[in-house]
């Protein structure tokens, strides 16, 4: 099994960038996705989870209304639309596959990472 995640960079307070995770070696529609992030020291956080489906999503509440989960089955792939960026936004961003919950400990497979910076 494969997540490759990618879309991060670098971006002003405000700016937008959209993540993607292309995910390989399991059957994906079977599979709820989650976008976790983490920053140094600190323990790595939900930020949003979309069921197999996709008709079901979570959001944690600082991305409400900013960020947006969605995902093409066809594709193998799950995308994470950022809009409104702020610096607190800078982390590292990982996709992952399994209950489509809120919990880390629910995801049986993790993508690599992928960096997202909000310069101010």
């Known amino acids: 099994v494969q997540l490759q995640a990618s879309g991060g960079g670098l971006v002003q307070a405000g700016g937008s960038l959209r993540l993607s995770c292309a995910a390989s070696?399991?059957?994906?529609?079977?599979?709820?996705m989650g976008w976790f992030r983490q920053t140094p020291g600190k323990e790595r956080e939900f930020v949003a989870a979309?069921?197999?489906?996709?008709?079901?999503?979570y959001y944690t509440d600082s991305v409400k209304g900013r960020f947006t989960i969605s995902r093409d089955n066809a594709k193998n792939t799950v995308y994470l639309q950022m809009n409104s960026l702020k610096p607190e936004d800078t982390a590292v961003y990982y996709c992952?596959?399994?209950?489509?919950?809120?919990?880390?400990?629910?995801?049986?497979?993790w993508g690599q990472g992928t960096q997202v910076t909000v310069s101010s």
């Open positions: 070696g399991l059957t994906f529609s079977n599979y709820g």
């Open positions: 992952a596959a399994g209950s489509g919950g809120v919990l880390s400990g629910g995801y049986n497979y």
């Open positions: 979309i069921s197999w489906s996709g008709y079901n999503t």
